[in-house]
């Protein structure tokens, strides 16, 4: 056990990091819970309004729903697609083929442009006259190819998912940097006997990430709930409400002084992103040791 | 002792560092030759150059750093800029305003989010009803404009009645400029397409199923009608559409409204959306869908359409080489909508300054609206960019300078104007004039929902942010 000085001295070292917690997010959160609860334009003082701003944010159209069901896509193919990409990126710079530094520097590219710039970019890349993708469509034979990319639907859904889908530089990097810790003698003991380069994928280095695997989807998941810029610069939620999310209805609670409602779609993407955390962590038993 | 020391240090450089990060900023400018006060993003700072006449003491440049949309390339900024530099010149050493760039769609929003932090620029220009209503008059957050107005009836005088009474509050105070220069808004037409498809009949004398026919002519004669988009605030759609309303029984009285209106499935609206969808499928350009006011100009300005809708601000840019050819404003031919529909509104607000600034900043705010209200500058607004002041005595340079196209626009009014209605950007809710309106008209232009789905989908999202 502890004596009191020792005890003391701990205390006195968690202090700053409690009160930055306390301050930058336990008070922010419960705010927004509480908010979430009143009437609010920023100015008055918040009135006690019960459930309504839920009620608002449910049942006034199909926006919420079709805000869920996106999120839901969108978090699957994160969860897939865009973490396979960046767990097959890992795996196979692992194997520091010729010119593995170049990709791995290359990759990280992207994440050092704004998402904004990202969202403009593209904007011009699924532009249906002077866009790329439209004009190679058209140059290849398909000459009435004239998609409105972020202006009907399907096509809006998947033009706003190209702008992250390939964007995986974090996953690659937690993976490949779990590969690399990987005891050599492991790989070694089971070349010794006799397992081919894909049994030692399979059966050695697949499961040794799996924690990685488990936490780039987790962040991935997660990007997905906050994100904003994406939709917001390409879309605006639109055609219609097609591209819609939650961050987007709260941020149209800012701009129209419903502070009370914005609060309430930023309690839900929070208790969403707990859910997301307590499910990825059961799924890979990220409390188990590997070692 | 030493490892306590050590311990003791750390620790003391953790609260520095917590304490730092939470600190606000009002140390910092202390030590700087800006100051910020009251929220607002104005400051002072220190002009060496200048002083006083009778004695040592350094005067102080007054800077207001103002973000606005009228500026890079937005369409306003070829004479806001300018008129921004006149001033600064005028007042070289006692004011100086800085201009910042924002995108037109991001400035009302910036501008909210500037209120709820306290940190308002000491000019705004406009502000939709409820924000101005709900959150800046309600908490007495503008500057009241009466005393001032009072003090200079040369200004005051040049205002609007009506214009007046709406930016007047029930306790007597003026919140932001009364309107002094009416600006109808109409539309632009390329004369040589309309001969080549045999037009002859004035827009303005026109009713809406012979203008329907007209831009079939111009279909059938090789020319793409009209020139509309539904990016940023679908600003040339939305005034098509208003005119289209206007044109329906009782559809200038609801665009004549004070209050915003929330349901849109009066049949009148969905004949107004079926001929809008109907115009969208026969007689735009193939990049209207997502095209921004950008698109939609330049599609004007490079021949490509016969007709935008727009205001008399874009005269400027027909005889800009850079944006159209040689020559191409001899083209151009302007007119009111088809039954002699104007769009106009002097219900609005316009230039206002916030509360809790620093008297030199609230004076030089007021020299700002006062310089821009000058007869000289009003004048040199209208021959930039259109109006009338229906109050001020113009000189004879200022008739004898007047652009043609403006001329041939008052004539227009003159002769055939029988309604003036406001646009749908005035009465509808914010939320639906940027960004809903223009989401939704994809679907409705391609046919995905019909118009009835349309004025429900646009009702719903009203009613959403009703209060």
């Given amino acids: 056990m502890y004596n009191w000085k020792t005890k003391l001295w701990i205390a006195a070292f968690l202090a700053p990091a409690l009160a930055v917690f306390v301050l930058f997010y336990l008070v922010p959160i419960v705010t927004v819970f509480v908010t979430g609860f009143t009437k609010w334009n920023g100015f008055n003082s918040p009135e006690f309004i019960g459930f309504d701003n839920y009620i608002k944010l449910f049942t006034y159209n199909n926006t919420f729903a079709i805000s869920l069901r996106n999120l839901f896509l969108w978090s699957l193919i994160a969860a897939t697609l865009h973490v396979g990409f960046g767990t097959l990126v890992a795996f196979i710079l692992f194997k520091r083929p010729c010119g593995w530094r170049l990709v791995r520097g290359t990759f990280m590219i992207p994440n050092v442009i704004s998402v904004a710039a990202w969202a403009m970019i593209y904007k011009f890349i699924f532009n249906d006259d002077i866009g790329i993708i439209n004009n190679f469509m058209r140059n290849i034979g398909f000459s009435d190819f004239h998609v409105k990319w972020f202006y009907e639907m399907p096509a809006a859904f998947f033009a706003v998912t190209f702008t992250w889908l390939f964007y995986a530089v974090i996953v690659m990097l937690i993976v490949l940097n779990d590969l690399m810790a990987i005891p050599k003698d492991i790989h070694e003991a089971a070349l010794l006997d006799g397992a081919n380069e894909w049994q030692v994928t399979r059966y050695i280095n697949l499961p040794l990430v799996k924690k990685a695997i488990g936490t780039g989807i987790i962040l991935s998941v997660t990007s997905r709930i906050a994100m904003f810029e994406e939709v917001a610069l390409t879309t605006r939620g639109g055609p219609g409400n097609e591209t819609y999310n939650i961050p987007l209805m709260l941020y149209n609670g800012i701009v129209n002084s419903e502070y009370g409602y914005a609060n309430a779609a930023g309690t839900i993407m929070i208790l969403l992103g707990v859910a997301v955390m307590a499910l990825i962590n059961r799924l890979f038993r990220m409390n188990e040791r590997l070692y | 002792m030493k490892r306590i020391l050590k311990a003791l240090l750390l620790l003391m450089c953790s609260l520095v560092l917590v304490l730092a990060a939470c600190s606000n900023d009002k140390g910092t400018n202390s030590n700087n030759s800006s100051t910020s006060t009251g929220g607002s993003s104005s400051n002072t700072s220190n002009n060496s150059n200048t002083s006083n006449s009778g004695g040592g003491d350094a005067k102080q440049e007054v800077v207001l750093n103002i973000p606005h949309y009228k500026s890079g390339e937005n369409v306003g900024a070829k004479f806001f800029l300018p008129q921004v530099e006149r001033f600064n010149q005028k007042y070289a050493g006692q004011y100086k305003i800085v201009i910042e760039e924002i995108p037109q769609d991001d400035y009302m929003q910036k501008i909210k989010l500037l209120a709820q932090q306290n940190k308002l620029p000491a000019l705004i220009e406009g502000g939709d009803k409820v924000f101005m209503e709900e959150v800046i008059i309600a908490n007495n957050l503008f500057y009241d404009l009466k005393p ?164 008399t601000w874009m005269i400027g840019d027909f005889s800009d080489t850079s944006k159209t050819s040689e020559g191409f404003k001899d083209k151009v031919g302007t007119s009111i909508y088809p039954g002699g529909a104007a769009i106009s509104s002097s219900a609005g607000y316009t230039w206002w300054i916030p509360s809790n600034l620093k008297q030199e900043e609230i004076d030089a705010a007021l020299a700002f609206l006062e310089f821009i209200n000058s007869p000289e500058e009003l004048e040199a607004y209208m021959l930039a960019e259109g109006g009338n002041v229906p109050k001020l005595d113009t000189t004879p340079e200022f008739e004898a300078q007047l652009d043609p196209i403006l001329a041939e626009l008052n004539s227009s009014l003159q002769n055939d104007l029988k309604i003036t209605v406001q646009s749908l950007e005035q009465i509808w809710p914010p939320q639906i004039a940027n960004p809903e309106f223009g989401k939704y008209l994809p679907l409705l232009a391609d046919g995905t929902i019909t118009p009835q789905k349309f004025a429900e989908e646009l009702t719903n999202m009203a009613q959403q942010f009703k209060n």
Avoid at chain 2, 148 to 164: F, G, Q
Avoid at chain 2, 166 to 188: C, E, F, H
Avoid at chain 2, 251 to 259: P, Q, V
């Fill in chain 2, 148 to 311: 001032w107005l009072d003090s200079k009836p040369e200004i005051k005088n040049l205002m609007m009645e009506a214009s007046i009474d709406y930016n007047t509050t029930a306790d007597g105070k003026i919140v932001s400029m009364p309107l002094i220069v009416q600006r109808p808004i109409g539309l632009y037409y390329n004369k040589e397409m309309f001969a080549a498809a045999g037009i002859t009949k004035p827009i303005s004398q026109m009713t809406f199923d012979e203008f329907d026919a007209a831009l079939e002519a111009l279909k059938q004669a090789g020319y793409t009608p009209l020139a509309l988009m539904t990016g940023e605030n679908a600003w040339t759609t939305m005034l098509l559409t208003s005119a289209l309303l206007a044109n329906e029984p009782g559809g200038a009285e609801i665009l004549n409204s004070k209050d915003y209106v929330y349901d849109y499935t009066d049949p009148m609206w969905i004949r107004t959306f079926e001929r809008l969808q109907k115009w969208f499928q026969n007689y735009t350009t193939d990049n209207a869908i997502g095209a921004v006011y950008a698109d939609a100009a330049n599609n004007f300005l490079s021949e490509r359409t016969a007709l935008i809708f727009n205001g």
